[in-house]
């Protein structure tokens, strides 16, 4: 276990080195910083004495490894527009995002496992085809539509749910948060829907096929020879070898959604770091742009590498060091 970590830690290193150098190569494509920072009014000279002290006229192997010095302290650089490290402008936008994140993930698991492990038991029902057929037309639709769409008919139409915002928030043990009020919960539903509908039928399809191709195998069928009550060989024995795969494709998919929710929180106006993104390209406020990106990296290194670790507990014959046998 310890080789693998060491082995994964150094990946994640290269994987990292990588997002970094891309992220930081667009910077100079993304426009001039200094027409947010200074507007129209500054004189071509000043601007230059300008650029020169921020170091925008300096190589960019100059001005990377300068980056990356600081960048091994923690040290992403700091925001144009709200004059502060873009690290910390990014964690206080992180929570909204994550808790976008956790709603869609709870909608997504409690939906997906259920509807993919009935529509597998009973392939032939009415029921069934209707799961298929809304997962069929659920890949199919773009995020922002279902927002639209969902904004439209509860928000505008009905006038159950509200349409933008993050809604009241509660401080509970250092996490504040909406899910620990009824208007936090109200603003909530609507973007984590809107946000699970990307991957909730990728989910239903992915774990009916499993699960048939679990039912199918012959230890499942030398159970039910033996006698052993359908139940248990179904939520016992064939579930546990179908969330292999389906955690695999998960923690992925955490990572994915981390990016999705630009568009998610675009549509309903939530401050998150989606719309902090959107917000940083319109001002091209490079620095935060960067740390973005990086922040996203992170998270699909982090996650894959956490899945990873979990393969050992959910099957202790997984073989994670990849040394064989």
């Not at 929710?261 to 917000?279: K, M």
């Not at 996203?296 to 997984?318: M, W």
Request: charged content about 15%.
């Amino acid at each position: 276990m310890f080789t693998f970590l060491v082995k994964r830690l150094f990946q994640a290193l290269i994987v990292m080195f990588v997002i970094s150098l891309v992220a930081f190569s667009i910077q100079d494509n993304l426009g001039d910083p200094l027409r947010e920072l200074v507007g129209q009014s500054v004189s071509e000279a000043e601007r230059q004495a300008l650029r020169d002290e921020l170091g925008l006229n300096d190589p960019f192997i100059t001005k990377y490894s300068r980056f990356v010095s600081n960048a091994l302290q923690g040290d992403l650089g700091t925001s144009y527009f709200f004059k502060k490290p873009a690290v910390e402008v990014i964690l206080d936008k992180l929570v909204a995002t994550l808790e976008l994140v956790f709603g869609a993930a709870i909608i997504i698991v409690c939906l997906s496992i259920p509807l993919g492990v009935y529509s597998a038991i009973n392939p032939k029902s009415i029921f069934t085809k209707a799961i298929m057929a809304f997962s069929s037309i659920g890949i199919s639709i773009p995020v922002f539509l279902t927002a639209i769409m969902l904004m439209y008919v509860f928000s505008i139409e009905l006038n159950w749910l509200p349409s933008y915002g993050r809604g009241e928030t509660y401080n509970l043990l250092g996490w504040e948060s909406g899910f620990f009020t009824i208007d936090g919960l109200a603003h909530l539903i609507l973007p984590c829907i809107s946000l699970a509908s990307i991957m909730l039928p990728l989910f239903i399809r992915l774990v009916r096929s499993e699960m048939l191709e679990v039912l199918s195998s012959e230890y499942i069928k030398f159970s039910k020879a033996k006698g052993i009550a359908t139940n248990k060989i179904y939520y016992q024995h064939a579930l546990k070898n179908t969330m292999l795969p389906v955690l695999t494709v998960g923690g992925v998919q955490i990572g994915t959604m981390v990016a999705y929710t630009i568009l998610t929180e675009t549509v309903f106006q939530w401050p998150g770091t989606g719309f902090l993104f959107l917000e940083a390209i319109n001002r091209v406020d490079t620095p935060l742009i960067t740390a973005y990106v990086i922040f996203v990296g992170l998270i699909f290194v982090v996650t894959n590498t956490i899945v990873d670790l979990l393969y050992g507990l959910i099957n202790p014959t997984v073989d994670i060091t990849g040394k064989g046998a």
